[in-house]
């Protein structure tokens, strides 16, 4: 598409319209950010990470809205010793859960489940933003080949990690996996190079240890430039 570039007024409207371009700019590369997305190649565990919908309800200017917020999580080796099955996702992502009479909507997209919902409710959470995780127990018994889900343990500060959910600003977003593989530990809450958007709350930031994938983190939030914050599992409390 031709660019048209119309003469400009004065130095002031001139300066207005470079900061206009820059903030445009700069907007569409937060949301662009290199992720890769899942391939048929990429890493099995993805199959174990969810897309989840949970109703919600806030009250702004005195009234009572109905919103649906769209955040990941993943299935996790809980315990061994129950049927239930298990799912740890972030709290922010829970914390205006209120109407109880209703569900969070589970998805599997790369589990090969045609597309099949289940449904979970909370059971734990860290119940503030300092402790940003949430324990939620699936309603459905799901399919023999997710019944090895990931285990937790405390990240490698030497190992690259990576960082996946299904993101909502990308196309397909919420039906494809995105995933950075290039996260580097800068310390027990923070990835470096490690590109997240909105949606990816609550995924998982996996290393391998021990020819292992490996849940360490819990996505809290990305910056947009390649810094992600992140709950780390080894602060979970015994569940």
């Not at 127990?137 to 997710?146: G, I, V």
């Not at 240890?209 to 780390?232: C, H, R």
């Amino acid at each position: 598409m031709a660019l048209i570039v119309y003469p400009l007024i004065n130095h002031r409207s001139r300066w207005r319209c470079l900061n206009l371009l820059i903030l445009l700019f700069c907007s569409v590369a937060s949301i662009a950010q290199p992720a890769e997305r899942y391939r048929p190649d990429s890493p099995n565990w993805m199959k174990f990470v969810a897309a989840i919908n949970v109703p919600t309800l806030k009250h702004e200017a005195g009234r009572t809205r109905h919103y649906r917020e769209q955040c990941s999580a993943t299935l996790i080796n809980h315990d061994h010793a129950r049927q239930d099955q298990w799912l740890i996702t972030a709290w922010h992502c829970i914390e205006h859960y209120r109407d109880l009479s209703q569900t969070i909507e589970v998805r599997f997209p790369h589990a090969g489940l045609n597309d099949q919902y289940y449904t979970a409710r909370v059971a734990r959470s860290g119940e503030r933003l300092e402790r940003d995780w949430a324990l939620l127990r699936l309603e459905q018994r799901l399919p023999p080949h997710l019944s090895s889900p990931l285990t937790l343990t405390a990240a490698s500060p030497s190992l690259l990690a990576t960082a996946a959910g299904y993101s909502k600003h990308l196309r397909e977003g919420r039906e494809r996996l995105s995933y950075d593989s290039n996260c580097r530990w800068v310390s027990a809450q923070e990835w470096q190079d490690c590109f997240t958007s909105k949606g990816t709350s609550g995924g998982p930031v996996v290393q391998t240890i021990a020819d292992e994938p490996t849940i360490v983190g819990i996505i809290s939030q990305g910056n947009g430039e390649g810094m992600t914050l992140t709950f780390p599992v080894d602060l979970l409390p015994p569940f």
